[in-house]
């Protein structure tokens, strides 16, 4: 479980993000994001278009977790309001592979913004 701190819990937050968030996509995944104050935090939406099965669901969020995780230790200058969501064809893939698309897209928001704000 990511600390208290670091998650997207309300509506209201995942509209802003929804509403004024940049998309970045890959096969597996799909964030939006925004710049934040102080603290990177995240949303995870897995629905029932990924699978029927709550199992299934929860793995795959159990999967972005765990990689948000290994984010947040990072020493990083920049923070963010982060939601991912996962695509069906997350059924198909392991945890290296998603680990792999959050880090690129993690990789693409932060380049993004760092180019952006020069």
Not at 74 to 85: A, L, M, N, S
Request: hydrophobic share 40%.
């Amino acid at each position: 479980m990511l600390p208290k701190q670091h998650r997207i819990t309300k509506n209201k937050e995942f509209a802003l993000v929804f509403d004024q968030g940049k998309s970045y996509a890959t096969k597996f995944l799909v964030m939006k994001a925004v710049p934040s104050e102080n603290i990177s935090r995240f949303g995870f939406i897995v629905s029932t278009k990924v699978s029927k099965r709550a199992y299934y669901r929860g793995k795959i969020k159990k999967w972005l977790r765990e990689s948000a995780r290994e984010f947040i230790k990072r020493d990083i200058d920049v923070f963010f309001d982060i939601i991912i969501v996962a695509r069906k064809e997350s059924m198909d893939a392991n945890f290296q592979l998603i680990q792999n698309d959050f880090k690129f897209l993690i990789s693409k928001i932060i380049c993004f913004y760092e180019k952006n704000n020069h």
